[in-house]
């Protein structure tokens, strides 16, 4: 549960960039969308050298505290910094000096997460070798993560609009957004330090195992099942980024406001004369979660679907992850749950403006296809860390993992961009919600239904091209256990 903390951390940045960033450019930046767009690409450039590198340096760390645990803690600080700067508006007025401080502070906060996430994640691999407590422990990991989700997705407009609020009424976007963002961060730097201290690391690499980067490039390039996790997990991200980003798009521009209103009125997240009283709807009215005007209806509607996703993907973590991967397998599994998903995907582009309960269902379908997929991605990717170390007696969890990171901050980078730029193409006008043409929601609608879906079927292809079956890697496991109590023995001796 310490541990999970980690990762519970590392998503109040990661969902915020996920469904935030490309708005934030666009509306409190003032960015075109291609611009916008622009930046997060970017930054990938960057991280092609950066997160292999994390990773040969983690894989070659020597403390105390193990191999990849100590970055955690090095980068704690920096990395709840870098958070805060990213959302920093520091009043520049021309355009392409706010464009080039974007850039900059994008660049340091992935850099900084490359540090952190990358050692991080290679420490649930080494953190137990069987096979169902590594699932376990991934599947606790990403309960917190899915807490996290829910707080930043339902939370962060709320708590903009609150601190951004003062007294006399008067709202100022930019001061919201970093009081918000603060607050995460702060969290994000006592979460990292919990996790530091909680985890412990127990697989080692062979003891006659020479350190040779070139080796080990060479092994995890000709390693069939880490490329079909890259290619998987590249084209996931893209697919969360691109539909993530769009989604406040399209229920800011698509959605009908009236409709979305009466929506919320239906449930009680109106203010009326006939609301009542009571201590959930103080808390609800304290994180302005209640509509107090039909202009209110975007941000807790847009909220309130966000928290509903994240509560039914947190019990389909919880109930259907570790049960379906232990009794058909990490691929099985993984290839339906993700088949479902970009189904339910391509259906978001049926509703009309008024279908709100429809878009509601759509999400809840959604978000239990996809919950069992979230923690047996980096359970599989720690088995393919295994397969490497079996099939060349070798061990390079660190680089393993570094270029999965790379390949999910890729994602997040061209997702968001390929959003940013198609609703440029589309017309989508930065800011304006009155001046959206037909075309630009036509645009909203698309990166927001069928292309995220198609590109979630490219990660299902994918699937079918990872060998390490659930038989497959009970045989595997066998066989490392061996090998290493055999080492061991060697080394008593």
């Known amino acids: 549960m310490g541990y999970s903390l980690g990762d519970c951390a590392a998503n109040l940045v990661f969902q915020m960039m996920m469904i935030f960033q490309l708005k934030f450019y666009t509306d409190v930046f003032g960015l075109d969308g291609a611009v916008a767009g622009s930046i997060l690409l970017i930054a ?25 645990r100590p970055w955690i803690l090095w980068t704690a600080l920096p990395f709840s910094v870098f958070y805060v700067l990213a959302f920093y508006n520091p009043g520049i007025e021309d355009k ?48 917190a993560s899915t807490v996290a989700q829910f707080v930043v997705q339902g939370l962060t407009l709320p708590l903009v609009n609150k601190f951004g609020t003062d007294s006399s009424g008067h709202f100022d976007n930019q001061h919201g957004w970093l009081c918000t963002v603060g607050l995460f961060a702060a969290v994000a730097f006592v979460f990292m330090i919990i996790a530091f201290f909680s985890a412990r690391e127990r697989i080692q690499p062979p003891p006659q195992q020479e350190m040779n ?30 539909w993530g980003s769009a989604m406040s798009f399209y229920f800011q521009n698509y959605v009908d406001q009236a409709a979305l209103y009466e929506f919320l009125n239906k449930l009680g997240l109106v203010d009326s004369t006939h609301a009542g009283g009571g201590v959930g709807y103080t808390i609800l009215n304290a994180f302005s979660l209640i509509a107090h005007k039909q202009s209110d209806a975007y941000s807790i509607g847009f909220s309130l679907f966000n928290m509903v996703g994240a509560i039914v993907q947190f019990i389909g973590v919880i109930f259907l992850s570790q049960y379906l991967g232990n009794k058909f397998g990490k691929k099985q599994t993984f290839i339906v749950c993700l088949s479902l998903t970009a189904l339910f995907t391509a259906l978001f582009y049926i509703p009309t403006g008024n279908d709100v309960g429809l878009m509601f269902v759509l999400c809840i379908l959604k978000s239990l296809a996809y919950a069992p997929t979230v923690p047996l991605l980096w359970a599989m990717i720690g088995d393919v860390a295994d397969h490497i170390e079996y099939v060349n007696h070798r061990r390079a969890t660190g680089f393993c993992f570094s270029g999965v990171v790379f390949s999910l901050k890729a994602g997040l980078g061209i997702g968001g961009a390929f959003a940013g730029l198609i609703l440029s193409g589309f017309g989508y006008v930065s800011g304006n919600v009155a001046l959206q043409s037909a075309s630009a929601v036509q645009g909203i609608r698309l990166v927001a239904s069928i292309l995220p879906a198609i590109l979630f079927g490219v990660g299902v292809v994918a699937l079918f091209f990872y060998p390490i079956t659930k038989t497959f890697n009970i045989n595997m496991q066998a066989e490392l256990a061996a090998r290493r109590k055999n080492a061991n023995s060697k080394d008593e001796n």
């Open 44 to 68: 990938r450039v960057t991280d092609a050298f950066v997160d292999p590198c994390v990773g040969i340096l983690s894989d070659r760390t020597h403390s105390r505290w193990g191999k990849y």
């Open 213 to 242: 980067v070139k080796t080990d490039i060479k092994e995890i390039f000709y390693n069939v099942p880490w490329r079909a996790m890259f290619v998987l997990t590249l084209f996931v991200f893209i697919t969360l980024a691109m």
């Open 96 to 143: 392409a000096m706010v464009a080039t401080y974007a850039t900059i502070s994008y660049i340091l906060l992935m850099s900084i997460y490359s540090a952190n996430n990358t050692p991080y994640s290679s420490l649930g691999g080494v953190m137990s070798g069987d096979i169902k407590e590594r699932t376990s422990i991934t599947s606790i990991r990403f309960v």
